[in-house]
């Protein structure tokens, strides 16, 4: 008996991208879908009735735009929600409300030739769909919510760096890790999949957010403590030296397991750079970038970690990189802040305040 089709309702006010969505969605042997809504009102009493497995859904619509549609949903019934907009690529800081809401992933509508655009982007939909049914959708946490408890360490060796990859989940994820950590902490090169013209809103929101100071990274520009350093959306990221000092490598090199920045490249250049003074941290993505780069580090001394499955929202590279034999721990969301410290502390454990 074949299993059952991954149950898809796309929401848009747009009659073309809802049936290209239809057409990529259905020509997919695992997936289709059951229903289209032109708005989230009409969506309300789909949901209800077919109980779909992923919902796709646009920003701007008439009578409730997505953004307060998906704040509802998360709120009131979690599910897998892809963002599918125009604005999700002209309006990054709407994307990234919308991944903080508990929006799985996003795709952006070309700004020309949509028909001709949107079935280039035919395998990269129906991976994130997949990918969306098999997730952990998170109930969005209320605004007033306590700040994260704030770390504190010992004086951090300026050889020290934390390395950290993600992908689908991550740019929650990586909020987390990075918001506890003290303004002394080790410098932190970061890859997460994300296009251009995405990443410097990313890091900009992060150092709102952060005791740390996070920007995008500049071709060149030496590695500091205290900062983190975020792979532009079109470049890979890489480690150098530059006599004594670590130094920040962009390169427009082809796509590395599909992607660019690549998390197996930066993960590749630590081991080659660092060695034991760096710290790899794998978290929550699907595919199989990274494991290979993680296992590098980890066989040229250095500590090494994966996010566990159940604190994932997309448990795929950090499964594929704990079967490799990669990880030298396993842990929790949570639990990885403070572990970080701990393991590149110069003196002593780090303590909450």
């Known amino acids: ?115 001709s655009g949107m079935l280039e982007y035919a395998k990269e939909i129906a991976e994130k769909i997949r990918a969306a049914a098999r997730s952990r959708p998170r109930r969005a946490a209320a605004r007033s919510e306590a700040p994260p408890q704030r770390l504190t360490a010992p004086l951090m060796s300026s050889e020290k760096l934390l390395i950290i990859g993600a992908s689908t989940g991550g740019t929650e994820a990586i909020r987390r890790v990075l918001e506890p950590l003290p303004a002394n902490s080790p410098a932190i090169m970061i890859a997460q999949h994300m296009p251009g013209g995405f990443t410097r809103s990313f890091a900009e929101r992060l150092d709102r957010l952060c005791q740390i100071r996070v920007k995008e990274a500049e071709e060149g520009e030496r590695v500091l403590p205290g900062h983190a350093y975020i792979a532009p959306g079109d470049a890979h990221l890489t480690l150098a030296r530059s006599g004594a000092n670590y130094v920040a490598r962009l390169d427009q090199g082809p796509p590395v397991n599909r992607h660019r920045p690549s998390v197996d490249v930066l993960f590749r250049s630590a081991a080659a750079q660092a060695g034991r003074n760096a710290v790899g941290v794998l978290l929550t993505g699907m595919g199989k970038d990274g494991a290979a780069g993680l296992l590098e580090m980890r066989q040229a001394g250095a500590p090494t970690i994966a996010q566990d499955e159940a604190s994932c929202v997309v448990f795929g590279m950090p499964r594929e990189a704990i079967a490799l034999g990669a990880a030298s721990e396993v842990l929790s969301l949570e639990q990885i802040a403070p572990r970080l410290l701990a393991l590149v502390a110069s003196s002593g454990r780090a303590q909450r305040v």
């Open 1 to 115: 008996m074949s299993a059952a089709k991954i149950k898809v309702l796309c929401v848009d006010d747009s009659a073309l991208i809802r049936d290209l969505l239809s057409e990529i969605i259905n020509g997919q042997p695992d997936m289709e879908v059951v229903a289209v809504a032109p708005d989230p009102l009409v969506a309300r009493d789909l949901i209800k009735r077919h109980n779909p497995d992923v919902l796709t859904l646009d920003v701007e619509m008439p009578r409730m735009d997505g953004i307060d549609f998906l704040e509802r949903l998360m709120r009131l019934r979690p599910m897998p929600v892809l963002m599918v907009s125009s604005l999700t690529q002209s309006g990054s800081e709407v994307t990234l409300r919308a991944l903080e809401l508990g929006a799985l992933d996003f795709v952006a509508k070309p700004s020309l030739g949509i028909r």
